[in-house]
């Protein structure tokens, strides 16, 4: 069995989600190739490679059809990520092929495959039956990166036309500011929970007292509550110091991407909460409630 | 420019979801979040470009009912026409709702449809690229920003970890939105008032041709966490916490 893998290439940088698929691909099939698009350096995936000349577009679902049709695998896998799932919801329903999406796990059953997906923002798993050959878009973090580090087996560069419509005009760099929350030991983040702009500045007491900064999900950037520079997730930055303390956060799949901090505690008042599960310690409380009589005690502790 | 927004509901997480192995049952529906960002960044687009804005909401039979607000308040915000599409179905498969909604599009001259990049259930984040492969044009994805240029769109894309794309998209196109470029607009309940009793919506059913290649076999809850669950009164919790914080070494 043959499995396909199309890279996360950014900035001419092939991004660790790639090994992961490798890896896991590798597990299941014979032979893996890897579809790269871009300059980026692909000696170190741990798989047959094919490179192809070109920018990160939704319009790769062409350059994969072509290398789909040549190669005839029984999987292709994508990342979930802003640009993989762009490609693989083209490539899939152009080719009518089986997709399944926020997927974590990928096996093989008989003449198909089993599909594991977080549904619901995390609330509800499901099992997916399909047939072959199918689409995976795969989580990061569901499988192990070093398993597909390597080096590669091949590398074959290929030209590939593809149509016109939409053209990459460059990149452009995240802002900076004054607090770089990847940067920071100590993370008090607030969600959508906190109910109030004016809350933030409890969060903003406890994390004075704790010696930390403050961070929120999407919907507090969102709703301009707090600039972008301070989103945690996929689409922020990644925060990864000793303490997050999630106040009114679900836990929603992009969100936890962001969150390798050591250690994680998190309040919520949802006792089913999915960022329990990622948690050293949970809460099941009302912030509003909590955190001012957190506030006092460590304030008392410190003898303060 | 005519815009069409896609809008639907979706199981409010806040409540309780009863699962079973077949089905899940929500308690209640709310508006999809994101797409009640692709209807702000359509607003936000006409306010530019000039041009109409329609919102497309979708919906099943048994849902159809629970879109009405999220229409009313789309028309309050300043949408033009309320297109209801009834969907009979048997799944949830995206490619199959796309290709009804494709047929249902086709024909109605569209410069831009924008839907929310993703919704919550199950199949997620793939309707917006199946719609635009149904429909022959392009499509793009994570948008936050998106500008008309001389019959163009330029579209600020996002990449991950805070660094954007910017792309230059011709028309007619798809543009799955992330997050609309400014918070949603605040309606006052009077005008949301107002809006359910003028808002006039244009009901249509869309028949879902059946795919085959992929099916749910079982629903289930995620394993539940091996974690210090502190619960009671706020005052212990708050004891409780000061100690994990002194195990960590932060206090
Ligand atoms: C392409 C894409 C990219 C994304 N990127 C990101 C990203 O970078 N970062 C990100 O965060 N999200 C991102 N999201 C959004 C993500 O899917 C979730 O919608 C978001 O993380 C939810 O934020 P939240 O947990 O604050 O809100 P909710 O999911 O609404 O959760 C609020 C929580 O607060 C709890 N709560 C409510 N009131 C109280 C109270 N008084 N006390 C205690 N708890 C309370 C509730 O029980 C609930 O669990 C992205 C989504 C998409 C589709
Ligand atoms: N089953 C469905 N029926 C109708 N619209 C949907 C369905 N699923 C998702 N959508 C809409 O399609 C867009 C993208 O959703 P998703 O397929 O999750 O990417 C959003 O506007 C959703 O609200």
């Known amino acids: ?304 | 420019m005519k815009i069409c927004a896609i809008l639907r509901v979706v199981p409010d997480l806040v409540e309780d979801i009863e699962i079973n192995e077949e089905e899940l049952i929500p308690f209640a529906y709310i508006a999809n979040e994101r797409d009640e960002h692709a209807v702000e960044e359509a607003l936000i687009l006409k306010e530019k470009a000039g041009g109409t804005v329609d919102v497309l909401g979708v919906v099943d039979e048994d849902t159809a009912g629970d879109i009405d607000d999220a229409l009313a308040m789309a028309y309050a915000k300043g949408a033009d026409n309320l297109i209801k599409a009834i969907l009979s179905r048997k799944t949830y498969r995206r490619y199959e709702v796309a290709k009804a909604l494709a047929g249902f599009l086709k024909d109605k001259n569209y410069d831009v449809i924008i839907p929310g990049i993703q919704a919550i259930d199950a199949f997620a984040g793939t309707l917006g690229g199946m719609l635009a492969r149904c429909m022959r044009i392009p499509y793009i994805g994570g948008a936050i920003e998106i500008e008309a240029q001389d019959g163009a769109l330029s579209v600020k894309k996002e990449l991950g970890g805070g660094l954007l794309g910017e792309y230059r998209v011709s028309l007619p196109a798809v543009v799955g939105v992330v997050s609309a470029e400014r918070p949603l607009k605040f309606v006052p309940f009077a005008r949301l008032k107002k809006a359910m009793k003028e808002a006039k919506v244009e009901e249509v059913d869309v028949e879902v041709p059946e795919v085959e290649g992929v099916k749910v076999t079982r629903y289930y809850e995620p394993p539940k966490p091996e974690i210090t669950l502190l619960e009671g009164e706020p005052e212990e919790i708050a004891d409780k916490l000061v100690e994990v914080l002194r195990e960590v070494s932060v206090l």
Request: net charge negative; aromatic share 6%.
């Open chain 1, 1 to 304: 069995m043959n499995i396909l893998v199309f890279a996360e290439v950014i900035e001419n940088e092939v991004q660790e989600i790639t090994y992961e698929l490798v890896g896991k691909a590798n597990q299941l099939a014979d032979k893996v190739v890897t579809l790269a698009v871009g300059e980026a350096d692909v000696n170190s995936i741990n798989s047959d490679v094919i490179q192809v000349e070109g920018e990160s577009s939704p319009l790769n679902y062409v350059v994969v059809k072509k290398v789909f049709e040549e190669l005839k695998p029984s999987a292709v896998f994508f990342g979930n990520t802003l640009a993989g799932i762009d490609v693989a919801a083209q490539f899939a329903a152009d080719m009518a092929l089986p997709i399944a999406t926020m997927v974590t796990d990928v096996s093989v059953d008989g003449d198909g495959f089993v599909a594991t997906s977080v549904a619901y923002g995390g609330k509800v798993m499901v099992d997916l039956a399909l047939k072959s050959p199918a689409v995976f878009v795969v989580n990061r973090g569901s499988f192990p990166a070093e398993d597909g580090k390597g080096s590669a087996k091949s590398v074959k560069k290929l030209d590939i036309e593809i149509e016109d419509g939409i053209e990459f005009a460059g990149y452009i760099k995240p802002e900076v500011e004054d607090i770089d929350i990847s940067k920071a030991d100590i993370v008090v983040s607030v969600g959508r929970g906190i109910g109030d702009e004016a809350n933030i500045e409890l969060a903003e007491e406890l994390a004075e007292v704790l010696g930390g900064v403050v961070s929120g999900s999407r919907p507090v950037v969102d709703s301009g509550w707090l600039p972008k520079t301070r989103q945690v997730g996929r689409s922020g930055k990644t925060v990864a110091g000793k303490l997050y303390l999630a106040l009114g956060i679900s836990g929603a799949t992009e969100h936890i991407e962001g969150v390798k901090a050591k250690n994680v505690i998190a309040v919520n008042i949802d006792r089913n909460a999915p960022i329990f599960r990622v948690s050293r310690c949970g809460a099941v409380a009302d912030v509003l409630e909590l955190v001012p009589l957190l506030i006092e005690r460590i304030k008392e502790v410190k003898g303060e």
